[in-house]
């Protein structure tokens, strides 16, 4: 599991306890351009075009100048008068949520499962790498030592980071490499297709994983890698490697389900993106595992709460924000992970991570013996 101090003395002393799932407004604009701001998106009312009417004519309304009002865009902190918000609900359809929960449970599953059979291979083939490294050391030590050599020392910083660092490096550089794509041009449209979440779009399930790892402003990414980064070593301690991967993506698919329900029933329709309902969880998950460690903000060291206060706090301002409409945070995902990463802890590790033996099992008897010869004297899992 790791020890409690080193939790409680790493970097992420200073973490940032706030991340933001952002919603994300577009402009159609000339040239099928967009114009993407990370920022709150207001909404308009449909101004109505009053002309009197005269025998025989019809009152016209404005409803193009509407559809371009609604797609305006306005800074972090401003305001619309109350007669201007927007008064236009959208249907509620549930139907269409049900896909999106299929898939949801379906990954949700797959992801398990994978890290299990994950976790048996590596533990199977743990004895061979020990011998591997034996070896190295021995070559390593009557080779003539190479002074400079930039591959060498690479390793050797690779080998002195925590095993949580080195797992989460992976989920790091995929959000890197994601948020570049965002600044290519041409892949503007298939960006806002399939790495935007929106319980409006025709596509509903692959946005749900990808979204994850999509990010639009540097500040928004740079923020949740660095929360991920700081609580990677506690959560990886606590789940291991395979139970931490498969959590962590099956966070974000379930964090962006609750969204969807949520903006269904609310009709307050719109896309998002971000990794905040999956660090979420790993927020979530490690408070309820340690309560009484101290945190303290990156910008306010001198004040120190226990992880216990702090989910709390999040928790409430989260629920406060989803029941009062707040539009700038997806608060509804960062909710949705938070619950998960508390049941995950509770309850899940018991009822799911567990049980995982019979599964492996069938796995053990189809690489080892084959599936018609049995597996009597294969070992189980760990």
């Known amino acids: 599991m790791g020890s409690f101090g080193s939790f409680t003395n790493m970097a992420w002393r200073g973490c940032i306890l706030r991340w933001f799932r952002s919603d994300i407004s577009i402009t159609a604009s000339t040239g099928n351009r967009f114009s993407i701001n990370t920022q709150q998106r207001c909404g308009f009312r449909k101004a109505v075009k009053e002309t009197k009417t005269k025998k025989g004519s019809v009152e016209e309304t404005g409803s193009s100048h509407a559809e371009q009002s609604e797609g305006l865009i306005h800074k972090k902190g401003a305001s619309l008068p109350a007669e201007t918000q927007l008064a236009y609900t959208p249907p509620r ?3 269409q949520l049900v896909k999106p929960l299929v898939f949801t449970v379906g990954f949700t599953g797959c992801s398990f499962g994978t890290a299990a059979i994950w976790q048996y291979e590596s533990l199977k083939s743990r004895v061979q790498s020990y011998f591997d490294e034996v070896r190295a050391n021995w070559l390593e030590k009557i080779r003539p ?3 400079g050599d930039l ?8 080998n002195s980071l925590s095993e949580g660092h080195r797992t989460v490096s992976g989920i790091i550089a995929a959000n890197v490499v994601v948020f570049c794509c965002w600044r290519v041009p041409s892949l503007q449209r298939s960006m806002m297709k399939y790495f935007t979440s929106n319980p409006a779009s025709k596509t509903l399930c692959l946005p749900m994983l990808l979204s994850t790892f999509s990010h639009y402003s540097f500040f928004h990414m ?10 990677s070593s506690s959560i990886v301690s606590i789940l291991g490697r395979e139970q931490f991967l498969a959590v962590y993506l099956s966070a974000g698919v379930i964090s962006t ?3 969807y329900v949520c903006k269904t029933a609310s009709g307050r329709l719109g896309p998002s993106l ?5 660090i979420m969880t790993v927020l979530a998950a490690v408070c309820t595992k340690m309560p009484e460690a101290k945190l303290a903000i990156i910008f306010l060291p001198m004040y120190a709460f226990s992880a216990g206060t702090a989910l709390k706090a999040i928790l409430a301002m989260d629920t406060a924000g989803l029941f009062l409409g707040w539009r700038y945070f997806d608060h509804a995902a960062h909710l949705g992970g938070a619950l998960f990463g508390m049941w995950y802890i509770m309850y899940g590790h ?7 033996e019979p599964l492996v099992k069938v796995w053990h008897d ?3 013996k084959g599936p018609g010869r049995g597996g009597s004297g294969g070992s189980g899992p760990l």
């Open 151 to 158: 591959r060498k020392q690479i390793n050797q910083w690779w």
């Open 222 to 231: 740079a923020a949740n890698m660095y929360v991920l980064w700081s609580f």
């Open 145 to 147: 030592q190479k002074q």
């Open 93 to 95: 359809n549930f139907g």
């Open 350 to 356: 018991e009822l799911i991570w567990k049980n995982r």
């Open 257 to 259: 389900m609750f969204s």
């Open 366 to 368: 189809l690489r080892t």
């Open 274 to 278: 971000g990794a905040s309902g999956a």
